[in-house]
């Protein structure tokens, strides 16, 4: 039996990007929006090099999911992250509108916690969400953290040949120290560890919070976490 006590995913978002909403360069007609609320795996039409970058991305995504239910089931922690970003009425879809991880993300073990990555030193504000699994301690983390200030920059078009969100593609330091102390929260607070946390554990957390999955019960008793015909709803 195979146990993961942490787990981290970042799908790409080079697929799902806002700035593919935005005018392409001069006389050219690409980059352009490759998904909507009606085709959120892909946009008909495509040209061949679209169709292999949604094809990783939507392969990555599976993957990271995957892996998160297994980190769900053996008792671990994770993190899942992506952009926020926009709302279903403007016709964008991102993967927090898929149907499994909105019933993923209704279990006691998980939490979703939005926040711009600029206070913590990215160069821009880039709003972000972490899917939680655990780790609820992690928003407070990041509170404590978010000490930058600005200025902070909107990233449109291209630089120097290079598109201008390529630069905002790494987590800032602030962002990895926060993933690495929450996992070190949830490693300490576990029962019969003696080790002093550094931080304390929040109270009043449901039972579940520790308890792995019972492999042998049904996939309906637990809302959705084994893959349902929904699954790319």
């Known amino acids: 039996m195979i146990i993961v006590w ?24 690409r980059p352009r ?8 795996w892909g946009l008909p039409g495509l040209d061949p090099r679209e169709v292999r970058q949604l094809t990783t991305g939507n392969a990555l995504f599976f993957i990271a999911v995957l892996m998160m239910v297994w ?21 964008r879809f991102t993967v927090w509108y898929s149907a499994f991880l909105g019933r993923l993300g209704r279990r006691c073990e998980c ?8 206070p913590l030193g990215q160069v821009s504000l880039k709003p972000t969400t ?15 953290l978010s000490t930058f200030s600005g200025p902070f920059r909107s990233l449109q078009g291209q630089e120097n040949g290079q598109w201008a969100t390529s630069q905002a593609k790494e ?17 300490l607070a576990r029962p019969g560890v003696s080790m002093h946390s550094p931080l304390p554990w929040p109270a009043n957390l449901p039972d579940c919070t520790w308890r792995p999955f019972d492999r ?13 015909p929904d699954f790319w709803g």
Not at 111 to 118: A, E, R
């Open 216 to 228: 042998y019960m049904l996939a309906g008793d637990f809302g959705g976490t084994v893959m349902g």
């Open 130 to 144: 972490f899917l939680l699994l655990r780790m609820p301690a992690f928003p407070r983390i990041i509170r404590s």
């Open 33 to 40: 929006p490759l998904r909507n609320w009606a085709h959120p």
């Open 71 to 91: 980190t769900v089931c053996s008792g671990g922690c994770g993190t899942l992250e992506h952009p926020a970003g926009r709302s279903p009425a403007e016709g």
């Open 6 to 29: 942490g787990f981290h995913a970042s799908p790409p978002c080079e697929t799902y990007s806002e700035a593919r909403y935005l005018p392409p360069p001069e006389g050219k007609d």
């Open 171 to 187: 987590f800032p330091p602030a962002l990895c120290k926060a993933i690495a102390l929450s996992l070190q929260v949830f490693l």
């Open 111 to 118: 939490d979703q916690f939005t926040f711009n990555q600029g």
